[in-house]
Nanobody
């Protein structure tokens, strides 16, 4: 059974940057599409960004487009999320996800095979 371990969360002021990482271990076979989701207090979990197994396709929610960049290093089995120009509304628990969907298009929680335990991002205004 594979495992996803996030790191890089923390507290920063609005306008600042953070870089999240997610290390995958114990998975065999072909690489999977991977994604970041987030869940703010009192809200449903939402998709933030998805990246195809090759890294050539990336998808973003409208709320983070232009500010966040997803990337992956398959040799290191690590997923990244560079978050710039952070806003108070970006405050949430961020989760790494291994997708079982055949495509990143329209990625949702229902297409997730495995979740990481989450890393907390807090933005102060």
């Amino acid at each position: 059974q594979g495992r996803l371990q996030e790191s890089g969360g923390g507290s920063v002021q609005a306008g600042g940057s953070l870089r999240l990482s997610c290390a995958a271990s114990g998975y065999t076979g072909s690489p999977y599409h991977m994604a970041w989701f987030r869940q703010a207090p009192g809200k449903e979990r939402e998709g933030v960004s998805c990246i195809t197994w090759s890294g050539r396709g990336t998808y973003y929610s409208d709320s983070v487009k232009g500010r966040f960049t997803i990337s992956r290093d398959n040799a290191k089995r690590t997923l990244y999320l560079q978050m710039n120009s952070l806003k108070a509304e970006d405050t949430a628990m961020y989760y790494c996800a291994l997708m079982q969907q055949l495509t990143c298009a329209g990625f949702t929680s229902s297409g997730v095979r495995n979740w990481g335990q989450g890393t907390l991002v807090t933005i102060s205004s």
